[in-house]
């Protein structure tokens, strides 16, 4: 094989596996490698875990995976849905100051009582009071156009997800922004059965169920970025199916 045609092969593998990268909703499994008991030992001292003193609810596999996507995708608008104390909007902020990128954080909640002092002093975060089953309301239409993209969007509010994934879809994601949403995970929601609020557990246990019906109608728009889903395994992650680039 000449040297001009083994450079051709390499590229083809390359764009093949370019290819495979980004998956549709269809080609995927609702099921992930890491043991359903894994999942308790991971998320069971949540409460404790903190960044620069206030708490954050994210597994070490998101707080490895999550860093890896902002340095690639750059993104000059974060959008929080769940900011809760502000330990993740500050994270994230904090991404973006490591990285020199020159973005901001919008973090959004329907209590910003919980904030953490330290949080509302960050230059890069804008903390929004609101309810996100009126995502409309606190995050106007007109807000949203003047937002530099790309776009990172992250769901952690855990409301109104099929009216959140309409409404950002018709109002401003653009080819290139990346959408997460958190907590779709079954073999968590069925290790944390047990607990008091079943009500909120069942819930969760449906989340998957409600974005791969809305991705089923937007297969070709949102695909799965496996190279960040299946790192730590087959949909190694609290989110299964649930690291989307707008296509
Ligand atoms: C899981 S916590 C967010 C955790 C945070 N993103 C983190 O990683 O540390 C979920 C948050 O969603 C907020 N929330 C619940 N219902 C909401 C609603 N209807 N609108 C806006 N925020 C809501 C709660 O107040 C809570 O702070």
Redo the contacts with the bound molecule.
């Keep these: 094989m000449s040297s001009q045609s083994m450079v051709k092969s390499n590229l083809s593998d390359q764009e093949t596996l370019e290819n495979k990268r980004f998956v549709k909703i269809s080609e995927r499994e609702d099921r992930g490698d890491i043991p359903q008991s894994t999942w308790l030992t991971l998320t069971e001292n949540y409460h404790l875990q903190t960044w620069k003193g206030i708490?954050?609810?994210?597994s070490p596999i998101e707080i490895a995976l999550y860093p890896m996507l902002i340095y690639e995708l750059q993104p000059k608008t974060i959008i929080?849905?769940?900011?809760?104390?502000g330990?993740?909007?500050v994270w994230l902020a904090d991404q973006l100051k490591l990285f020199d990128i020159e973005g901001l954080v919008y973090s959004?909640?329907?209590?910003l009582s919980?904030l953490y002092q330290k949080a509302k002093a960050q230059p890069k975060i804008k903390f929004l009071e609101?309810?996100?089953?009126q995502i409309d309301l606190v995050l106007s239409t007109t807000l949203l156009s003047t937002l530099p993209h790309p776009w990172l969007i992250?769901e952690?509010?855990?409301?109104?997800l099929v009216g959140m994934l309409d409404y950002f879809h018709n109002n401003g994601l653009q080819n290139g922004d990346y959408l997460i949403i958190?907590?779709t995970n079954k073999a968590l929601w069925e290790a944390w059965s047990d607990w008091e609020d079943k009500e909120f557990i069942e819930r969760m246990k449906c989340k998957l169920d409600l974005l791969k019906n809305w991705l089923m109608q937007h297969q070709y728009e949102y695909l799965i970025d496996t190279q960040y889903q299946d790192l730590f395994g087959y949909n190694g992650s609290k989110n299964w199916n649930s690291m989307l680039k707008r296509i």
């Design positions: 708490p954050m609810d994210k929080e849905l769940g900011a809760d104390t330990g993740s909007a959004v909640d329907i209590d919980l609101g309810d996100c089953n992250i952690d509010a855990h409301v109104n958190e907590d």
